[in-house]
């Protein structure tokens, strides 16, 4: 048994770097306001004393905390992003559909937006071959894949992830085998001149076990 999923992703936009750059902004402001409240403004006062009334010296921790995770959201561009002119664009933005092979869709539309919300957009059961496939909906030439692990536990679950392409949705090459386990992955696919509709993703754990990824971004030319 799979599901089987139309997922809707919103226009390919930098979610994440544009929350990562807002939480920082805040978070200094926000600093700002408790270390120099009479510089601060009348607002910045009243936001220092509500804050210090309801969390105590606690509240100091609030700025450093959105802050660390402003820097985690901005991490770096992605090779693909900075030679957008050989790798094309982000075919999986728009029009694709989402197959997991078992469990509960968290959000299977962040798993191709971008808008990275959650830790994972999907977890299947615990399976001796849990996976993911992405249909484009058209042939294309397959350029690179990006894929993001989840990133608040169990990263470890993602070992021996593979890659496979398909024309049909039955048969399967596998194109990359991650070597180590990894926050994300950038898989260049440049050299291998790759037309696919379907791509998937998946593992073969010694034992039975559960998978899941946060985002996946399939980059190539119509």
């Given at each position: 048994m799979y599901f089987r999923v139309k997922a809707k992703p919103k226009k390919y936009a930098h979610y994440r770097e544009l929350r990562g750059a807002a939480l920082l902004v805040v978070s200094f402001l926000y600093g700002y306001c408790l270390v120099l409240p009479e510089q601060s403004g009348a607002v910045g006062r009243a936001i220092a004393n509500i804050s210090f009334e309801?969390?105590?010296f606690a509240v100091y921790l609030v700025p450093l905390l959105s802050a660390w995770a402003g820097i985690d959201l901005n991490e770096p561009p992605s090779a693909f992003l900075k030679r957008r002119s050989e790798f094309g664009r982000v075919l999986?933005?728009?029009?694709?559909?989402?197959?997991?092979s078992s469990g509960k869709t968290n959000d299977l539309a962040q798993l191709l937006s971008g808008a990275?919300?959650?830790?994972f957009?999907?977890?299947?059961?615990?399976?001796?071959?849990p996976w993911v496939t992405i249909d484009l909906g058209r042939e294309a030439a397959i350029t690179g894949v990006l894929v993001r692990n989840?990133?608040?536990c169990c990263q470890e679950r993602a070992e021996k992830l593979r890659l496979q392409v398909s024309n049909d949705g039955r048969q399967w090459r596998e194109i990359w085998k991650a070597k180590s386990?990894?926050?994300?992955?950038e898989i260049p696919l440049l050299d291998q001149n790759i037309?696919?509709?379907?791509?998937r993703l998946d593992t073969r754990p010694t034992t039975p076990a559960?998978?899941?990824l946060q985002h996946v971004e399939v980059w190539g030319r119509d």
């Open positions: 309801i969390f105590g999986s933005a728009t029009g694709a559909t989402v197959t997991v990275c919300s959650r830790p957009a999907f977890h299947t059961a615990n399976e001796k071959n989840r990133n608040d386990i990894e926050p994300r992955w037309q696919a509709r379907y791509l559960a998978f899941h």
